[in-house]
């Protein structure tokens, strides 16, 4: 199974936010959107991503202040991105290996979509079950 299969369900909405946009702006987007990572654009090349976890760094770190800094302050630069033909065993694999929630997809050097860790178990676990079944249904066939 591929990125893309996730993408075909998921969708392909990406919520970006702009390296000159403030941290409170990020964090109220975040919130908004019911997501745990922007990524970082401008003028249509992925830059970086900023999550939960590089706000509640900056607010620990500077206090208050940290709310007006800028998104470019804090993000996370030269992130990995995935293409949408990657294997989803791969992304899990790089995942892991990179210690991140939130992979760019990116297609012909464009921004195609985003995968968190949560879309990659989710799509695992219906795998899962679905060798599960055809494992009980043979079994039981050959009874």
Partial sequence: MTIESILRRKG???TTIAPEASIK???DWLRAKNIGALVV?????????????EIVHA???????????????????GVTT???????????K?????????????????LAGI???GDVVKHRLEDLELEASVLRDVYNAAR
């Fill in 59 to 77: 607010f620990s770190r500077y206090g208050e202040t940290a709310g007006s800094m800028r998104v470019r302050e804090i993000m996370q630069y």
């Fill in 25 to 27: 702006r990020a964090a």
């Fill in 41 to 53: 654009t401008s003028e249509n090349a992925v830059l970086g991503l900023i999550s939960e976890r």
């Fill in 82 to 92: 995935v293409s949408p033909d990657e294997s989803v065993n791969r992304v899990m």
């Fill in 94 to 110: 790089l995942m892991t290996h990179h210690r991140v929630r939130h992979m760019p997809v990116v297609r012909g050097g464009k």
């Fill in 12 to 14: 392909t909405n990406v």
């Fill in 115 to 117: 995968v968190s860790i």
